[in-house]
């Protein structure tokens, strides 16, 4: 049997790919051979600095982990905020969910296909728009520190807030006239989509959601949740001793048109495009409206007192759940775990019981194994924390 190795780089750092077969695909191991070891750099400090360290774990999804941060804190300690904070969080977290999938469409996907550079500047310029709206609340991007326990630290006027919802509406019609509109009418994906077939990439065909935030619903919970090790340096993520998919597929499957794609291609990587590219126009349709709920006079922050307690939680990041745990004592954190999207997706196991990217990539060409890959928006540097 023919062994090939390819390394799959643009997936915010690299892995590496054991491939068994020769022009069809029997089985692929995962590799992650980076490791950066955050979670052991936090412990021993006090826990306002993993606000400031978490976020440096990715450079595109660095808000979700400065929000599970927070609210793991807050978990730890039994906080509650106020409705106003709970919604900024959802516009900023929102936002960079949709800045992620206009980079991941346009900058990672999108050159596997086709090689031309306007679709990059596309990308970029769209997802430009999104920072800027984060920006305004949050006052930079990316890594900001606006979230903290308790709230957050800003108070927007009510120009600001006119501006924020003008913006907002002005890259909704962006997004529906450039790239998807509400009936899922995309010329992009049909053109991405000129020479692949749709119904390639099929996997585990179940489905995880464990956060939910936005307006997103779980269907697990976090106490089936277990780390094992693998051949690399990343970790397995089983659910009830099984491997499932996190994702925009998951969390949106019961959408009435993503579900229709879903019936017809089932979890292929068109139905799993199609959903990431939709959700855009979900989030963006969300947050025009609770915006309108924001309360001016409401308060941002709750002071609290507490120094000592356990949390764990789970929010959903662009690329699926995102789960932080903590242990603090006098302030102090003593133990900190944190398991990424791509550890559920990009597992690494046998042939016989295959993680989701693995599952996809057997019995299919090798011609099209980077973009079945890259279907699933995978990030590296998260997968090395």
């Not at 959802?90 to 991941?104: A, F, M, S, Y």
């Not at 728009?129 to 984060?134: D, F, G, V």
């Not at 990217?357 to 011609?367: G, L, P, R, S, T």
């Amino acid at each position: 049997m023919k062994i090939t190795q390819k390394i799959v780089n643009k997936i915010e750092g690299e892995a590496n790919l054991k491939i068994y077969g020769e022009d069809i695909v029997e089985f692929v191991e995962i590799e992650f051979w980076q490791y950066r070891g955050i979670e052991n750099y936090l412990i021993g400090r006090h826990y306002m600095d993993a606000l400031v360290i978490n976020p440096r774990i990715c450079g595109i999804c660095g808000h979700s982990h400065l929000f599970a941060s927070a609210k793991v804190i807050e978990d730890a300690f039994n906080l509650k905020v106020s409705k106003k904070a709970e919604t900024l969080r959802d516009i900023t977290v929102g936002l960079e969910i949709i800045q992620n999938h206009l980079k991941w469409f346009y900058i990672t996907l999108f050159p596997t296909r086709i090689k031309d550079k306007k679709y990059m500047f596309k990308g970029v310029s769209l997802a430009r728009e999104a920072s800027k709206i984060i920006a305004l609340i949050a006052g930079q991007f990316p890594h900001n520190s606006y979230i903290v326990p308790g709230g957050v630290t800003c108070d927007l006027t009510n120009l600001e807030i006119f501006k924020i919802k003008d913006m907002l509406k002005a890259l909704f019609e962006k997004v529906c006239k450039e790239v998807i509109d509400e009936n899922l009418n995309s010329e992009d994906l049909n053109t991405f989509f000129n020479t692949l077939p749709k119904d390639i990439g099929k996997g585990l065909n179940d489905f995880l959601v464990l956060g939910d935030n936005l307006f997103f619903e779980k269907n697990g919970s976090l106490e089936y949740l277990k780390e094992e090790k693998n051949s690399s340096l990343s970790k397995n993520v089983l659910y009830k001793g099984k491997f499932f998919e996190v994702g925009p597929l998951a969390r949106n499957i019961e959408n009435q048109k993503i579900n229709d794609i879903y019936k017809k291609y089932r979890d292929s990587i068109y139905t799993r495009i199609s959903a990431r590219l939709y959700e855009m126009v979900l989030v963006l349709d969300y947050l025009i409206k609770k915006i309108e709920e924001i309360e001016i006079n409401e308060p941002s922050y709750k002071k609290y007192d507490k120094k000592s307690g356990k949390g764990k939680i789970a929010i959903e990041a662009p690329r699926g759940s995102l789960i932080h745990e903590v242990e603090i004592e006098n302030e102090i954190i003593r133990k900190y775990n944190i398991i990424v999207p791509t550890q559920f997706n990009l597992s690494s196991s046998t042939k016989e019981n295959p993680s989701a990217a693995q599952a996809v990539m057997m019995n299919e060409k090798i011609e099209f194994i980077d973009t079945i890959f890259k279907c699933f928006d995978i990030c590296a540097v998260c997968v090395s924390h």
